[in-house]
């Protein structure tokens, strides 16, 4: 299948409303989309969001499945998310990810890389990522190295096999975000060597975007390197999961 599961819309920081979002997937011969909006435990839009996106799931049945989602960010290296709880059952997937590192009095800015060791703000990060792979809450983890690059860290510098030894274990999504990573990322290709289950996703945040970044998507879907979630069944067994 044909898929991408991460997008936004204008309800965040999109700039298309989720229609125009859904009408371009369809005319790139996309089969599923999700729009993930990214959320705050302030949003006080998540439910119209999603109840929105309800009535569009049934208005393109016939055209693509659509799904519902939200990003959120992590907050504190207990891997928490700013995200209310309330917000998981309104929607079908909730992306977690790392926008800032935190430490314990705050958030890492980029400037501190003149104050602070690297190893200083890799352990923070590795702490908090651990903690996002343990978090109930998230199915997805959304461009997993992305904000280390704004650091100057290398992948070198990892302990890449505890990394990829942890999502293996956690059993959460990982995703190919092609905005940041590419096949060769080691965390990437260690990742689907372990058989972690990936989706690749584009992190549109505008029509053109996608009409872009779907070429990307396409090209690492037919590479074939990757174990691709089954998303239906995934969400059957999450629900049953739920209820029971």
Same mark, same amino acid.
């Given at each position: ?44 839009? =998540?439910?119209?969001? &999603?109840?929105? /996106?309800?009535? !569009? *799931?049934?208005?393109?049945?016939? $055209?693509?499945? #659509? ?70 809450? =998230?199915?997805?983890? &959304?461009?997993? /190295?992305?904000? !280390? *690059?704004?650091?100057?860290?290398? $992948?070198?510098? #990892? ?81 049953? *999961?739920?209820?029971?």
């Amino acid at each position: 299948m044909l898929m991408d599961l991460h997008m936004h819309s204008n309800y965040s920081d999109g700039k298309n409303t989720p229609e125009e979002m859904i009408e371009a997937a369809i005319g790139i011969g996309y089969e599923a989309i999700a729009i993930t909006d990214h959320v705050w435990k302030s949003s006080s839009w =998540v439910q119209p969001y &999603a109840s929105h /996106l309800r009535s !569009l *799931k049934q208005k393109y049945r016939h $055209q693509i499945q #659509l799904f519902s989602g939200i990003e959120a960010k992590v907050t504190s290296l207990c891997g928490d998310i700013d995200a209310d709880p309330t917000f998981d059952t309104m929607v079908d997937l909730v992306l977690g990810s790392i926008h800032r590192i935190p430490k314990s009095d705050g958030y890492f800015k980029k400037s501190d890389i003149d104050y602070y060791a690297k190893t200083v703000i890799i352990e923070n990060w590795l702490e908090a990522f651990n903690k996002l792979l343990e978090n109930p809450r =998230v199915d997805i983890i &959304a461009h997993p /190295l992305s904000e !280390l *690059k704004g650091f100057g860290i290398r $992948q070198e510098e #990892l302990p890449m096999m505890e990394i990829t030894d942890s999502i293996a274990a956690s059993g959460k999504i990982l995703e190919l975000n092609v905005r940041y990573n590419t096949a060769d990322d080691p965390v990437i290709r260690l990742s689907a060597d372990k058989g972690t289950a990936f989706l690749i996703s584009s992190d549109s945040h505008s029509v053109q975007d996608l009409v872009v970044n779907s070429r990307l998507v396409r090209d690492f879907v037919n590479m074939g390197m990757f174990r691709i979630i089954d998303i239906q069944q995934y969400l059957i067994a999450k629900k049953e *999961k739920t209820m029971g």
